[in-house]
């Protein structure tokens, strides 16, 4: 509990943040740690950047005092740190061996801090001091270490490869130029790569068989899909071969579904796709002293995020080489500040920083016109993806891709502040000024087109009726857009501040009373004295 002021904060120092035993050297792990704080992440191993395990987004998912967890403000030596859009992912990550500390603001914080009704979590990174420290470390994972898991031994699949090497240094100390120039400025430097290779379980729903492949059905299907109402049945004509495929359909099968591992009894298979995240970091901080009254800082952090997704970016397919993607979330933050002492009661303070993060991604799978070049579907417009369109079967595995997908985001920020200090008051003023733009299109593009097949057959709803459409060309509906919707926000913000906290002394007495009880001797009926000696008792 702080004495200073009502805020209900956390403090985690950069001692803490290095020491504990964090699975994938995440800080932003530990704000769960926080009282008040209910942890929405969507895996007990968040990797740095936005593609998470499964093909899912990497949020920074956390309640604070139960407003949303879109709510939170993220920043980083006062510099903005998070994406506008969905407020819930990060621009830069800093390696924890650079943290000098973060704070986590609960309730109750001053007006200086704004932009978001939940919590506040600042970090501070490191600076250097006057004499030379540096640091190097390897943090290494291996699959020759654990057992296999117990999914994996049910279906019969072995242990999937795990490479994790996390490894970087740190470099801190005065700039010194002998006889020229000395102790008046220090640098911290930090530099770290990741390269991590993981794999993840995906199971289908129902593929087709390699004889359905091949036209063959088990049972009988309808080659036209016409429907009784009354027993919604299809009273069409039946086989259970077909062989006048649709051109579309045989480059489907030609470039994707002949390439795809064969079902099991069930319809189904499972396979271990191959995960990437690798990481890269330069991390710079350099601290002026001008004088006794004049101090600036000059903060440079850029990360660079290239990560393989096997299911898809968000798409999380579970299609072998389908969806694939590639993508990038580079960030950059370049932030100074300047304090001034004008008086010992006086202190002003200005700054500027500039934020900047994006997520770029791409298709790489067989989803990509370039990997499947035979499928040339008749649209009603351009597809601009670079995808083939895609199949959407009721009930089973659908095909479809993900990308290209583009996020670009700019935060430009401007701030000023004067504390003075009044007898037992303290006050603050300041502003802030933010200039914020964003360039961002949808995350599920149907400007590639997609097809719906009916699953009505003559024995009732199944996917081999809708596999039969396909084949045939039947397709029940059909949706495109004939462009990618994008958002482009350019916003602008002013915001003012004033603080007065009045310092009240409030005394506390407290009372300690002791007393003494004497029990004296009282004669029994012969006359003789009976009962404890005197005693005195403490303090009660």
């Known amino acids: 509990m702080g004495l200073q002021s009502p805020t209900a904060e956390g403090l985690i120092s950069g001692t803490q943040v290095r020491e504990l035993a964090i699975n994938t050297r995440s800080y932003f792990q530990l704000v769960a740690l926080q009282p008040g704080v209910s942890s929405g992440l969507d895996s007990d191993q968040p990797y740095v950047g936005v593609s998470g395990l499964n093909g899912g987004i990497n949020h920074v998912s956390f309640s604070i005092n139960g407003a949303r967890d879109s709510q939170n403000n993220w920043t980083l030596d006062g510099a903005d740190n998070v994406d506008r859009g969905s407020n819930q992912t990060l621009l830069t990550f800093p390696s924890i061996d650079s943290i000098a500390e973060f704070k986590v603001l609960r309730g ?280 083939v369109p895609d199949l959407f079967f009721k009930g089973a595995e659908f095909l479809l891709g993900s990308g290209p997908y583009r996020d670009l985001n700019m935060n430009h920020t401007v701030f000023g502040s004067a504390t003075w200090i009044i007898g037992q008051r303290s006050t603050k003023y300041g502003f802030t000024y933010h200039h914020y733009e964003k360039d961002e299109g949808s995350f599920s593009r149907t400007d590639n087109g997609r097809y719906n097949f009916v699953d009505i057959g003559p024995a009732g709803n199944s996917f081999q009726q809708q596999w039969a459409n396909f084949l045939l060309g039947n397709a029940a509906s059909f949706v495109q857009t004939n462009e990618n919707p994008t958002a482009d926000i350019h916003q602008n913000e002013f915001e003012f501040f004033a603080l007065d906290a009045i310092q009240h002394t409030v005394f506390i007495i407290s009372e300690n009373h002791t007393f003494d009880n004497y029990f004296g001797t009282f004669p029994g009926a012969d006359g003789a004295r009976s009962g404890l000696l005197p005693t005195a008792n403490g303090p009660h």
Request: charged share 15%.
């Open 108 to 387: 109750n914080y001053d007006p200086e801090f704004g932009r978001g009704s939940g919590g506040q979590i600042n970090v501070v990174t490191r600076s250097g001091t006057s004499t030379y420290h540096g640091s190097a470390y390897e943090f290494f994972r291996n699959d020759v270490l654990p057992a296999n898991n117990f999914f994996n031994n049910l279906k019969d699949l072995s242990r999937p490869p795990l490479r994790y090497n996390n490894f970087g240094f740190t470099l801190g100390g005065p700039v010194l130029i002998p006889r020229l120039y000395t102790k008046k400025t220090f640098f911290f430097f930090s530099q770290e790569w990741r390269r991590v290779v993981n794999y993840t379980t995906f199971t289908s729903a129902e593929v087709p068989t390699r004889a359905e492949l091949q036209g063959t059905f088990a049972a009988p299907v309808c080659t036209k899909p016409i429907i009784d109402p009354a027993t919604r049945l299809c009273v069409g004509p039946t086989t259970t071969q077909i062989t006048n495929f649709d051109p579309t359909a045989a480059a489907y099968i030609k470039d994707i579904y002949s390439k795809l591992p064969a079902p099991g009894p069930d319809g189904s298979f499972s396979f271990t796709g191959r995960n990437v995240f690798n990481f890269r970091e330069e991390n710079l901080k350099v601290d002026h002293i001008f004088g006794p009254r004049l101090s600036s800082f000059f903060k440079y952090i850029h990360d660079s995020i290239p990560t393989d997704e096997p299911g898809g970016f968000v798409t999380g397919s579970s299609l072998p080489g389908v969806a694939a993607t590639r993508t990038n979330a580079p960030g950059l933050i370049v932030a100074a500040r300047i304090a001034m002492i004008v008086t010992p009661h006086f202190v002003h303070e200005f700054g500027y920083s500039y934020s900047r993060g994006a997520v770029l991604s791409q298709p790489v799978g067989l989803s990509s016109e370039v990997l499947s070049p035979d499928i040339h579907a008749n649209l009603p417009f351009t597809n601009l993806t670079g995808r």
